[in-house]
């Protein structure tokens, strides 16, 4: 089997909630939740994997890995795929056409080999993001599990719990991934810069994050860094020393049943800690 489980909590009686089921997409597999519709947080979980180039092996390893969950893609009122992309560019509604998507996207970089292209609608900017996604795994989720709805990182970055929270202050959230960190900023005016950025070791993170703050005029005493994904304990000691007021991420609150959740590290999935 291609896959393995390798963190799992879960609630007894899933079937008396209705429920979203949000999965997002890592390099070496996937973690997932089970929201109830009042944001009881029922399920989370990791997965390793490897994504076969295969588009009927991977969509029956998916099917396979659902049930062995116990988590029948029937079972939900909604079901949503967030994936990773370094290709995405967002596009003013007034501006946006549909069907032209690529052409959008190819004007701000070189799409890859075996890379589709998609969109999603941000209500809150208004703007449509279009960004590019591995074609054969999209679509072997979208055969495992009939309906599911696809976004990306980028739009997981906006949300209105941090436009509230920037209101009185600035705030920068950095979101880890191996080797790439997404950024979101917000002034107290609104929402500024969402964009990703490749780096190699920890300094160039810091100096990737200095750059930001100062390009947008954000080096300001109260302003406040916000760090979710795989943040270790040596890249938060270091950006501790350069920031005044950094803290985790943990996405929208949410409650729960299972007393279990207490030691779950909400940071590290914060971005489908909601629908």
């Excluded at 944001?39 to 994997?49: F, S």
């Excluded at 994504?51 to 939900?76: A, W």
């Excluded at 599990?145 to 436009?163: D, R, S």
């Excluded at 100062?214 to 270091?238: F, W």
């Amino acid at each position: 089997m291609a896959y393995n489980i390798t963190s799992l909590i879960t609630t007894k009686e899933l079937a008396l909630y209705e429920k979203h089921l949000s999965i997002c997409l890592r390099t070496n597999g996937l973690s997932f939740s089970v929201l109830s519709q009042k944001g009881t947080l029922l399920t989370a979980g990791d997965v390793e994997m490897t994504f076969s180039s295969n588009f009927s092996q991977l969509s029956n390893e998916i099917k396979s890995l659902l049930e062995e969950l116990h988590l029948s893609p029937f079972d939900f009122t909604s079901t949503t795929l967030v994936v990773p992309t370094e290709q995405a560019v967002w596009i003013p509604e007034s501006l946006y056409t549909e069907g032209s998507e690529r052409q959008y996207l190819s004007v701000m970089t070189d799409i890859k080999m075996g890379k589709g292209v998609y969109s999603d609608y941000h209500p809150l900017l208004k703007s449509y993001v279009v960004f590019s996604a591995d074609t054969t795994i999209v679509t072997s989720f979208k055969v495992a599990i009939p309906n599911i709805y696809i976004t990306c990182i980028h739009a997981k970055m906006v949300n209105e719990v941090l436009m509230q929270r920037a209101q009185s202050h600035p705030i920068v959230v950095l979101n880890l991934r191996e080797n790439i960190v997404d950024v979101a900023a917000y002034g107290t005016d609104g929402f500024l810069l969402e964009n990703s950025y490749e780096f190699k070791d920890n300094n160039e993170l810091l100096y990737t994050a200095l750059n930001v703050m100062k390009q947008l005029n954000l080096e300001t005493p109260d302003m406040e860094l916000l760090l979710c994904g795989a943040v270790d304990r040596d890249i938060y000691a270091g950006l501790v020393n350069y920031f005044p007021n950094v803290d985790l991420y943990t996405g929208y609150p949410v409650n729960y049943v299972n007393p279990e959740f207490q030691q779950y590290p909400t940071y590290r999935n914060a971005l489908i800690l909601n629908y």
